[in-house]
């Protein structure tokens, strides 16, 4: 099964979150979504995300920080994706200059018309998520079944 993550990086009050404008892969092609990537061999989740997010955002962050708060598992096209957040305060201005994608904080009220479907719902969720409390039995298992 294939891995991946995503990371859902929220301003310390949850009021902007940051996406990347996708240049790749086609499908993502000139739309906004989380950072995230496959992860490596010998990598764990929160290794890949701390990674992905450096080079697609060029921000550091602390990999032990972030919270695994989910997991979407397609088992007809075989692959899983870890769902990672955090809450930090971007040292940059609010349009930053990631790997070669452009990197901008939007608050969460105001996220644009081009935005990959399921982002609004997964910031909702990991939103929730800090509401509740950060605690390891918040964690939940989301199975998405494509139809076809």
Not at 60 to 81: A, C, F, R
Not at 123 to 143: P, Q, R, T, V
Request: hydrophobic content about 35%; glycine content about 8%.
């Amino acid at each position: 099964m294939k891995r991946y993550t995503i990371g859902i990086y929220f301003t310390s009050n949850n009021s902007e979150v940051i996406l990347i404008h996708k240049k790749r892969p086609d499908w993502q092609k000139g739309f906004w979504n989380f950072p995230g990537g496959k992860i490596e061999d010998g990598e764990v989740g929160w290794q890949c995300i701390e990674r992905e997010f450096f080079e697609e955002c060029r921000l550091s962050t602390n990999p032990k920080e972030w919270q695994l708060i989910g997991e979407m598992v397609n088992k007809d096209l075989d692959y899983i994706v870890f769902i990672y957040t955090i809450q930090g305060k971007p040292e940059h201005g609010r349009l930053m200059q990631g790997e070669d994608q452009a990197v901008y904080r939007f608050p969460v009220d105001k996220l644009p018309d081009s935005i990959i479907t399921n982002c609004k719902w997964l910031i909702e969720f990991a939103k929730n998520y800090w509401d509740k409390g950060s605690n390891e039995d918040h964690i939940e298992s989301i199975l998405i079944k494509y139809r076809k």
